[in-house]
């Protein structure tokens, strides 16, 4: 089987039309519709219904389309080995919200100046999410946040930044006192089924507080957001910024030895990249946390 076919079978069902794929491909219309139905024929099932300009896929082609991708990104990892060239190809690395604006743009740019044949995608998602697709060989790297476990030997892991746990209030909060706040203002958790939410419940299961808890968020930025409305206040990781502009919060400081949030690069020891990742690196002199206000009286 031409894998062209299956490309250009790609290209339709994603483009929603011939003329569009055709476009994408570089080639004609007709040319695109051959290889379909070239395609069609070997299978010995229609795959596309045509509607005047649209195009969707039949209950085959839906059956075939996700292994046809997987086959496609095969055959490009075949040709990559076989130039035996680890600098080239497809690589695929996932990233949560905070590494890809606080990380990723420190490394992009020297990243495609010293690796300009390499094709990078980047995939957003989750902690959890994204450290199974490294492990299932969906993803070659991911930055996520340090899993509460050892890694296994299968993958490596590298430590980038690690960011500590503060209290976020309203900017007209007065108190400076981390408990009182905690045990007197509605409390916005940083969801505990995301890893850096554990650092914070476990910070106030070790110091046995119990606040008013009124909403439980995965998102950093929708918290911090909250917490500018007077919503309530937030144990949460100081994150790379940039953060939300216009935010009205303070930060404070939740211990003298405060907990951390450790972010890092996961990736797949097997992965034809592997050696490309590992020298990945960010300069920590890049990376710096926007402190909004510092009161020095920790819990």
């Known amino acids: ?97 905070t590494a890809l604006t606080g990380i990723l743009p420190f490394m992009l740019r020297k990243f495609f100046i010293d690796y300009p044949q390499i094709d990078l995608h980047v995939t957003p998602g989750q902690s959890i999410k994204l450290y199974h697709e490294v492990l299932e060989g969906r993803l070659d790297a991911a930055f996520i946040v340090e899993p509460p476990f050892a890694i296994p030997k299968t993958c490596g892991w590298k430590r980038l930044i690690s960011e500590p746990l503060m209290l976020l209030v309203p900017e007209n909060c007065t108190e400076t006192n981390a408990l009182k706040i905690l045990k007197s203002h509605v409390f916005l958790r940083y969801d505990r089924n995301q890893w850096g939410g554990r650092v914070a419940d476990n910070f106030l299961k070790e110091k046995k507080i119990f606040p008013k808890e009124q909403l439980e968020l995965d ?64 300069s920590t002199k890049k990376l710096k946390i926007n402190k909004i206000t510092d009161d020095k009286k920790p819990l």
């Open 1 to 97: 089987m031409d894998t062209r076919f299956l490309e250009s079978f790609i290209a339709i069902v994603e483009r929603g039309s011939i003329a569009d794929a055709a476009r994408q491909l570089a080639l004609t219309p007709a040319a695109v519709s051959q290889r379909v139905k070239a395609l069609e024929d070997q299978i010995k099932q229609p795959l596309l219904i045509r509607a005047g300009r649209t195009v969707t896929p039949t209950a085959a082609g839906l059956a075939i389309i996700e292994k046809s991708r997987q086959l496609i990104r095969v055959v490009e990892e075949l040709k990559s080995l076989a130039s035996q060239d680890e600098f080239t190809g497809e690589l695929r690395v996932g990233a949560i919200s």
């Open 219 to 282: 998102s950093l930025e929708a918290i911090a957001l909250m917490v500018s409305q007077g919503v309530g206040v937030s144990l949460l990781p100081d994150w790379q910024p940039p953060w939300p502009e216009g935010l009205k919060v303070r930060k404070i400081p939740v211990a003298d030895s405060p907990p951390y949030r450790h972010i890092g690069l996961l990736w797949l020891q097997a992965s034809q990249h592997a050696n490309l990742i590992k020298t990945i690196d960010i």
